[in-house]
Nanobody, 114 residues
Framework: QVQLVESGGGLVQPGGSLRLSCAIS????????MAWYRQAPGKERDLVARIWSGGRTSYADSVKGRFTISGDTGKNTVYLQMNNLKLEDTAVYYC????????WGQGTQVTVSS
């Protein structure tokens, strides 16, 4: 059974940085795609960034140039580097992974506040 555990969330001032980590365990073969989603209070869960097993990445327009997703199938951790954080980045961030089926982590809170 695959498990995804996020860490690295917290409180940060506008303009600051955080790095989220998603630790992967229980997998017997490589993932197809990994992604970070976020959900702000009262809003839907939205895709933030995705990485494919070949290394291709994609980002939501709202985070392009500020966030970077990284990781490879040989390592059991995927990261989301978040720079120049804005108030509107406040949300619970979830790690997502796809093998034969999809898996979700429990989420980590990111709060951007002055």
């Amino acid at each position: 059974q695959v498990q995804l555990v996020e860490s690295g969330g917290g409180l940060v001032q506008p303009g600051g940085s955080l790095r989220l980590s998603c630790a992967i365990s229980g997998n017997s073969f490589s993932w197809i795609t990994m992604a970070w989603y976020r959900q702000a209070p009262g809003k839907e869960r939205d895709l933030v960034a995705r990485i494919w097993s070949g290394g291709r990445t994609s980002y939501a327009d709202s985070v392009k140039g500020r966030f970077t997703i990284s990781g490879d199938t040989g390592k059991n951790t995927v990261y989301l580097q978040m720079n120049n954080l804005k108030l509107e980045d406040t949300a619970v961030y979830y790690c997502y992974g796809l093998w034969l089926r999809e898996y979700w982590g429990q989420g980590t809170q990111v709060t951007v506040s002055s």
